[in-house]
């Protein structure tokens, strides 16, 4: 059994910068494609990054592209995300995940999830 928990959400400002941290316990994720998902108030849970297992390679929605930043620490057993440049529509509880053996945009492929973290952002 896997548990993520996501920490380091919070109120900030247009413009402003936050990093998410997921932590595993449970099982070593170092083989583990892991992912960052997102959920507004009213909308579906949608694809905000993800990364290999390795940590070589990284794929993002074209709505984050060049502000997100995910990475992975395997002797941590942890995941990052690093979030710059921060608008309204970023405002959403972030989700971390794991499972599946190669990185997936898809929420269907991950088996584990954390309770998730609030990222509020106001202008």
């Known amino acids: 059994q896997v548990q993520l928990v996501e920490s380091g959400g919070g109120l900030v400002q247009v413009g402003d910068s936050l990093r998410l941290s997921c932590a595993a316990s449970g099982r070593t994720l170092s083989r583990y494609a892991m992912g960052w998902f997102r959920q507004a108030p009213g909308k579906e849970r949608e694809f905000v990054a993800t990364?290999?297992?390795?940590?070589?390679?990284?794929y993002y929605a074209d709505s984050v592209k060049g502000r997100f930043t995910i990475s992975r620490d395997n002797a941590k057993n942890a995941l990052y995300l690093e979030m710059n440049s921060l608008k309204p529509e970023d405002t959403a509880v972030y989700y971390c995940a794991a499972g599946p053996a190669v990185a997936s945009t898809w929420s269907g492929a991950y088996g584990y999830w954390g309770q998730g973290t609030q990222v509020t952002v106001s202008s």
């Open positions: 990364i290999t297992w390795s940590g070589g390679s990284t």
